[in-house]
């Protein structure tokens, strides 16, 4: 069965710092990675998919980058704003059509 | 275009009772997949409709069951509920041709005392 792993669970840097948030998965046959961004009791925003066969996505500040073979995603968010505090969510989808979730990295930026 | 509509929002039933909850997907999507999330055990896969079929399904008891309309919109419901359906629960869509990416509503959050 499909594990993801989010490291760390929490995270706090000071506004304008670089950061990444790390995830693993066991089983390198997907379909598919996402990155999503929930905020507190709300839904889940859709924020990069990276296909099994690309290697990184580009959006705005926020790139994510898939090593299939080594079974890691990572999240490179630039110039971090307090507007970023969030959890993020990694899920990887297999060809079942379901996705996995990573169980977040809540991600405090301080003004 | 509008996004992925759940209702109710919020809700708060007791113990035994059933629960139906509504999803209306992205115009034009097809398939429709259902998630609970709990602080405990995260986000976890319930089942996935497509065009009325019911194509894949989670690790989840006979209690939980689904469906979808000839308009793709979904139900989801729940049988003699129990404390542990205390969750937030989360209807995605996709549409044929959006790679896999799913859009997700805002939840429905269901108590049960």
């Known amino acids: 069965k499909q594990e993801v792993t989010q490291i760390p669970a929490a995270l706090s840097v000071p506004e304008g710092e670089n950061l990444v948030l790390n995830c693993s998965f066991t089983?390198?046959?997907?379909?598919?990675l996402q990155w999503f961004r929930q905020d507190p009791g709300k839904g889940l925003t859709s924020l990069l998919l990276?296909?099994?066969?690309?290697r990184e996505q580009t959006s705005g500040r926020l790139n994510a980058s898939l090593d299939k073979s080594s079974g890691r995603s990572t999240l490179y968010i630039a110039a971090s704003q307090p507007g970023d505090s969030a959890t993020y969510l990694c899920?990887?989808?297999?060809?079942?059509?379901?996705?996995?979730f990573g169980t977040g990295t809540r991600l405090t930026v301080i003004p | 275009k509008a996004g992925v509509t759940q209702t109710p929002r919020y809700l708060i039933k007791t113990r035994g009772q059933q629960v139906t909850l509504s999803c209306s997907p992205i115009?034009?999507?097809?398939?429709v997949s259902w998630y609970q999330q709990t602080p405990g055990q995260g986000l976890q896969f319930l089942f996935e409709?497509?065009?009325?079929?019911?194509?894949n399904k989670g690790n989840f008891p006979g209690r939980f069951s689904g469906r979808q309309f000839s308009n793709s919109r979904s139900e989801m419901n729940v049988s003699t509920l129990e404390l542990g359906d205390s969750a937030l629960y989360l209807c995605?869509?996709?549409?044929?041709?959006?790679?896999?990416?799913?859009?997700f509503g805002e939840g429905s959050r269901l108590t049960v005392l």
């Open positions: 089983d390198s046959a997907i379909y598919n």
């Open positions: 990276i296909q099994s066969s690309q």
């Open positions: 899920a990887v989808q297999t060809g079942a059509n379901n996705l996995f």
């Open positions: 409709y497509f065009s009325e079929t019911q194509r």
């Open positions: 995605a869509s996709m549409g044929l041709n959006s790679a896999g990416e799913l859009f």
């Open positions: 115009s034009g999507h097809r398939s």
